[in-house]
């Protein structure tokens, strides 16, 4: 079966770097992904890995170590709005589709 | 592109009554999904859809929850009866097919948010 743990809630400052961490298990890895979700509104894209090492895109960063099962979302240069909740998400593969599986989300709150 | 549509946004229907949450793709998307939200649970995949052919229903709670998808750009998930305790945010999701992980990105829509009383 499929297995996704992230921390509950978070807390950081405006202007500070936050780190949110991602575990996984699943048998037909193909992917890992972060959604960003506002309240009440949609998830939406943010970052995918699918080999080992960092992603950068802008003030947000993705790491996966798929041995370990282990991704995390680094976001620098907090700002206000950047108060979300945080999706981890395994693309899993089997029998020539595929399926995502997203973990419960971390709710992050940005102070000022 | 409009993106992925679902209606209605909102539903507020008593107990035992049937309720119908509707979703129109994303164009040329082979891959829809329908997923639900609460807080306890997170987001939680419910059934999806190849070239509209259910592939995986074992999120279906229960026999009282169905999906269909007539055609490739229409997809209905059906309650019958409702009860309280499927009161949640439904969204519709929507991807491409190709060979590259990264390029399957699933776009969601706005969701239907359901109040079963």
């Known amino acids: 079966g499929q297995n996704i743990d992230q921390p509950t809630e978070m807390t950081a400052t405006e202007g500070a770097i936050v780190q949110i961490n991602c575990t996984y298990q699943?048998?037909?890895?193909?992917?890992l992904f972060w959604y960003q979700q506002h309240a009440g509104e949609a998830p939406t894209f943010l970052s995918y890995?699918?080999?080992?090492g960092l992603e950068e895109k802008g003030r947000f960063s993705s790491f996966l170590s798929r041995s370990k099962g282990y991704s995390y979302l680094l976001l620098k240069e907090l700002q206000m709005k950047d108060s979300a909740s945080y999706l981890c998400?395994?693309?899993?593969?089997?029998?020539?589709?595929?399926?995502?599986?997203f973990g419960t989300g971390t709710r992050l709150k940005v102070l000022a | 592109d409009a993106g992925v549509i679902q209606s209605p946004r909102h539903e507020v229907t008593e107990m035992g009554q049937e309720v119908t949450l509707r979703c129109k793709p994303i164009?040329?998307?082979?891959?829809l999904f329908w997923y639900r939200q609460t807080m306890m649970r997170g987001l939680e995949l419910l059934i999806y859809?190849?070239?509209?052919?259910?592939?995986?229903d074992s999120g279906m709670p229960e026999d009282r929850f169905s999906a269909k998808m007539p055609n490739a750009s229409f997809s209905t998930l059906k309650i019958q009866p409702s009860e309280p305790r499927d009161s949640a945010v439904y969204f519709c999701?929507?991807?491409?097919?190709?060979?590259?992980?990264?390029?399957?990105?699933?776009?969601f829509g706005a969701g239907s948010r359901l109040t079963v009383l």
């Open positions: 164009s040329g998307h082979d891959y």
């Open positions: 699943t048998s037909g890895f193909n992917g």
């Open positions: 998400a395994v693309r899993d593969q089997g029998s020539g589709t595929y399926k995502y599986i």
């Open positions: 999701a929507s991807s491409p097919r190709t060979g590259i992980a990264g390029a399957n990105v699933l776009t």
């Open positions: 859809f190849n070239n509209n052919v259910p592939i995986d």
């Open positions: 890995n699918v080999l080992d």
